[in-house]
Each structure stands twice: as structure tokens, then as C-alpha cells.
């Protein structure tokens, strides 16, 4: 794959512009200040956002910077329970109130995760990590500055057509059937991996293919595309998971590991665990 992305540190930090830093003003009570915000890029520059969306057509967010009260929603055990305090702080964070957390798309709500990160820790990221060779456990840091941001182009190489209208078509190689599939936002992510349900991780593939696909071969019923759930080859599932992946802009926090044991380097993920907002624990 191409992988034509820019890279988040130094000048293109996901094309952020922060504002000057405001100077503390004088009140009544005392003393207040501004708290500075910053403009994120948003790798779907918009283009997927239905119509009447306060982001359609946008290709940046402004949100504040993290301050204790965020750290409190965090370090909520009632609202981590929940599975809803990421949500909560970016429901505080993002300055356009009429923008719902649970309507951003899953690559500009990552963008804004690793954004919000940055500004409030820094782009270190120190965190565990287990060597794929030797099976190492070891502390590893990680620079979220290197992230890159994906905007879907590699997508063609798949023969994913972009509709234009929020939606894409593929052919499956095997049934050779063409599915309309859409992209998932916050809400349809919760939803699909079903978190709060028991069982519900052994159905991620099945659900993930319900939640994004709208129609097959035209037809848009809800039978025609339970019918593809259930009786899908593994190879057009492979094909249409990747298609996906392929058309959905997203942050990339792929970097290099090289294992302080071995010494084997592999690119790898970059592992989100509790130390991503929780650097001091």
C-alpha cells in the first residue's frame, strides 16, 4: 500500500493551528483565563458526513485542551464502568456544542483521541510491550508525533469504489455479489462491538459486517443482508473487512519496535492500553 499520509509532528501536526496562548485576565473574583484550543485534522476532511452535519464539508475540529476536570471524568470508576468516559471528555472538549461525540467517525474521533493525548501528556508514550519473537515483556516509548494520518486513497487498489454519497461499493471475489457498505461511527462502533453484552466478542466479525453493510447486489432489506451475515465465504469476508479498512480514513499509529533482547524489529501497532491516558501510574 501506498500509505501517502502526513506525518502529525512538526509542521504538519495534523495541520493543528493553536491559537496564541491567552494571558491571564483580571476579574472580580480574583483572576481567570481562556483555556488555549487547537485545530485537529480530521482525516475524512469531511467528505463522509451526511448533509446538515456541523462537520460535513470540514477538514479540521477545534477542540480545548485537557485540563484536571477532563483527568477527573477519567479516573471516574462509575463512568470507565459505563465504558463512556472517552466520550464524556470529548463531549467537553470539542468547542461546536451541536457536534455529538457518537456522530464523529471512528478515524476523526481516533484523531482527536491521540490529539487531546499531546496536548494534555505530550507525545511520549511510554507503555508495556511483548517482543513477537522472543516473548520479552519490556517498557517501551513511543512517539505519538510520528502517527501519520490516512485519508482512504489506498482504497482503489481493493477496487472500492468511492459512491460519493457517505457510501462505497466492492465485488466479492468469491460470490462475486457487489456490497454497498458505509463507515462506522462513534455510536455504530459501541454498538457493534457490543461490549456490554455477554458473548459478544465471539461474534466481532459477524457484527462488524452487519453494521456496515447496506446492501447487496441492490437489494437494501434486511433480509437480503442477514442472508450475506450468515452465509458469507471467509474469503469475501477477509476481503470486505479490508475493504473497509482501506476506505476508512484514520489516524495510523503504526512504528517501528526493535526489542532490547533480541533485537528483533517488526512495525507494530501502536498498543493502546491505560498508560495512554494514565502516563504517571
Not at 26 to 36: D, I
Not at 70 to 96: M, P
Not at 128 to 148: I, R
Request: contains cysteine; negative net charge; glycine residues 8%.
Amino acid at each position: 500500500m501506498s500509505r501517502n499520509k502526513d506525518r502529525i509532528g512538526g509542521t504538519q501536526n495534523m495541520n493543528v493551528e493553536t491559537p496564541p496562548v491567552n494571558v491571564m485576565q483580571s476579574n472580580s473574583e480574583g483572576f481567570s483565563f481562556v483555556v488555549p484550543t487547537e485545530f485537529v485534522e480530521l482525516p475524512s476532511r469531511g467528505k463522509f458526513y451526511p448533509e446538515g452535519h456541523p462537520l460535513r464539508g470540514q477538514d479540521s475540529i477545534e477542540i480545548r485542551q485537557m485540563t484536571a476536570k477532563e483527568e477527573d471524568i477519567l479516573t471516574s470508576r462509575t463512568l470507565l464502568k459505563k465504558g463512556v468516559a472517552l466520550d464524556r471528555v470529548l463531549q467537553n472538549l470539542i468547542a461546536d456544542k451541536r457536534i455529538d461525540p457518537d456522530s464523529l467517525l471512528v478515524g476523526d474521533k481516533n484523531a482527536i483521541i491521540v490529539a487531546t493525548r499531546i496536548s494534555g501528556y505530550g507525545n511520549e508514550y511510554n507503555t508495556g510491550v511483548t517482543c513477537p519473537e522472543c516473548g520479552t515483556n519490556q517498557k517501551y516509548t513511543f512517539d505519538l508525533n510520528e502517527s501519520t494520518v490516512y485519508c482512504g486513497e489506498d482504497c482503489v487498489d481493493l477496487g472500492v469504489v468511492d459512491n460519493q454519497d457517505g457510501t462505497f461499493s466492492v465485488e466479492l471475489p468469491k460470490t462475486k455479489v457487489t456490497v454497498v457498505f458505509r463507515l462506522l461511527n462513534g455510536a455504530d462502533e459501541r454498538r457493534v462491538s457490543g461490549t456490554q453484552k455477554k458473548g459478544a466478542n465471539e461474534r466481532n466479525i459477524t457484527r462488524q459486517i452487519a453494521g456496515i453493510v447496506l446492501s447487496v447486489n441492490g437489494d437494501n432489506s434486511g433480509e437480503a443482508r442477514q442472508y450475506l451475515v450468515d452465509n458469507i465465504p471467509s474469503m469475501d469476508s477477509r476481503h470486505l473487512r479490508l475493504a473497509y479498512r482501506l476506505a476508512a480514513p484514520n489516524i495510523d499509529l503504526s512504528q517501528q519496535f526493535e526489542c532490547e533482547e533480541c533485537g528483533y524489529e517488526q512495525e507494530m501497532e501502536v498498543p493502546l492500553t491505560a498508560d495512554f491516558f494514565w502516563p504517571d501510574r
